[in-house]
């Protein structure tokens, strides 16, 4: 490398976010799917581990929460030497690492992009958030958000309302919106058949529609940390939300369409995909 080169990389800034999330040891979900995420999208990657899972593509067996000082430290250290441009939560596991999160975020996050992706359900159907702890996700942790981005079910879990349409979910995004936050996309891949994976994001005032094909494949492990990921890499690197979510949409899409087929369950999507598969 020449000394010019040299000198152009060193005055290129590289952007950077943090995940704050649970650890899936099969790879397909959580932290792991978040690095590989970032990695591909061109964004360095730093982590803050909320709970250790004991889970493959069939099953998990175990869910272990991190001390939530512990969780606390990780982030404060992260910020003191590589601030990151975008954060995103994942799996909190417990009142208490949520109320550490968002006491570390409060301090230290003032102007990075903040994804909250409302885990509480894993693939295979095991609690990830206690049931007092979606009070204080509500109250302390989604006000600071950028984007909130529920699923069918945890948007439902949210509102209290039934959201099996369209309109249901621009009503469920109003209402999580409502809670303080700035943009919600509110993800439709629960949606009846006849209408499609249609995600709806209320950002600014105004929703945005953004319909895709559904892929008739078991392999959808990890997908919405992967959506979620996507998007907070996108921001990092400074993209607006709605280019942003149509971007991780494709970026997802294809990473199902091509993915692996590992595993004798529900297996990974495939963390390799580019962004411009056409959906």
């Not at 000394?3 to 899936?24: H, K, M, N, Y």
């Not at 030497?81 to 939560?89: F, Q, R």
């Not at 909190?92 to 409302?118: H, K, T, Y």
């Not at 996309?185 to 895709?212: N, R, S, T």
Request: glycine fraction near 10%; hydrophobic fraction near 45%.
């Amino acid at each position: 490398m020449t000394p010019s080169e040299e000198a152009c990389i060193a005055q290129r800034p590289t952007p950077t976010a943090l995940t704050v999330a649970g650890s899936d040891p099969s790879g397909g979900a959580g932290i792991q799917a978040d690095l590989k995420t970032f990695h591909q999208l061109g964004v360095y990657g730093t982590s803050a581990i909320t709970l250790v899972t004991v889970q493959n593509t069939r099953r998990v067996s175990r869910v272990q929460l991190i001390p939530a000082d512990l969780v606390r430290e990780q982030i404060e250290s992260v910020f003191e030497d590589i601030p990151p441009k975008a954060v995103k939560t994942g799996a909190l596991g417990s009142a208490e690492i949520i109320q550490a999160v968002s006491a570390a975020l409060e301090q230290l996050g003032r102007g990075c992009a903040l994804v909250v992706d409302p885990v509480m359900v894993s693939k295979h159907g095991t609690a990830l958030i206690a049931a007092d702890a979606q009070a204080v996700l509500r109250k302390r942790l989604l006000p600071l958000a950028t984007l909130v981005t529920p699923n069918l079910p945890e948007a439902e879990e949210l509102t209290g309302l039934r959201v099996n349409s369209l309109e249901g979910m621009r009503e469920a995004a109003l209402r999580i919106r409502d809670l303080g936050c700035r943009a919600v996309l509110v993800k439709g891949g629960h949606l009846p058949d006849e209408i499609g994976a249609v995600d709806v994001l209320l950002v600014d005032g105004q929703f945005h529609e953004f319909p895709g094909s559904r892929i008739n494949t078991r392999h959808t492990h990890g997908t919405g940390c992967t959506y979620s990921a996507a998007i907070t890499a996108l921001l990092a690197k400074e993209m607006s939300i709605p280019d942003a979510v149509g971007k991780a949409k494709c970026f997802v899409f294809n990473a199902i369409q091509t993915a692996p087929g590992l595993g004798a369950g529900a297996g990974p999507v495939n963390h390799w995909a580019g962004l411009d598969q056409p959906l």
